[in-house]
């Protein structure tokens, strides 16, 4: 079965627009690998996740904040398709 992604933001934080245009990141460059992108509203303030299959891969306060896109989408990238190239968003 195709992973899904989870991403947990803080609605008081007004983190919600964050995480749908991250959602939608997601599903656009990974839509043959992915099965979907789910938003959940986190009970704990200031929390911001990112994980596939209940893995974290991100967690806003253990990265010190939150990175450009590419960078996410290069974490999600090494844990569902490896192999798949992200063209200009890619690693140098």
């Known amino acids: ?8 933001y803080c609605p008081k934080c007004g983190w919600l627009l ?3 245009y991250m959602a939608q990141e997601f599903l656009t ?9 789910t938003l ?5 303030g ?4 990112i994980s596939v299959d209940n893995e974290i891969i991100f967690d806003r306060e253990l990265y010190g904040g939150f990175p450009e ?3 996410l989408k ?3 990238r090494d844990k569902v398709s490896p192999e798949k190239s992200l063209g200009h968003s890619d690693k140098k």
Do not use: D
């Open 1 to 8: 079965m195709k992973p899904t992604i989870t991403i947990e």
């Open 18 to 20: 964050r995480a749908a």
């Open 29 to 37: 460059t990974f839509q043959e690998e992915l099965h979907g992108v």
């Open 40 to 44: 959940r509203p986190s009970e704990t």
């Open 46 to 49: 200031g929390h911001y996740s």
């Open 69 to 71: 896109i590419k960078t």
């Open 74 to 76: 290069q974490m999600v």
